[in-house]
């Protein structure tokens, strides 16, 4: 029962250290998007 648990929360563990990963890419793309445009003139 309590190894159940606890690979039920290392999956868990695992997919939020996925998204994770994909949100920084998404990050760094948006960022990297930014720069490439010409900057607005304040």
């Not at 190894?3 to 890419?25: N, S, T």
Request: glycine share 2%; with cysteine; hydrophobic share 35%.
């Amino acid at each position: 029962m309590i190894k159940r648990v606890c690979d039920a929360l290392q999956k868990q563990g695992e997919e939020a250290q996925v998204q994770r990963e994909f949100l920084m890419k998404h990050l760094q793309l948006q960022m990297e998007n930014l720069k490439e445009q010409p900057s607005i003139p304040e």
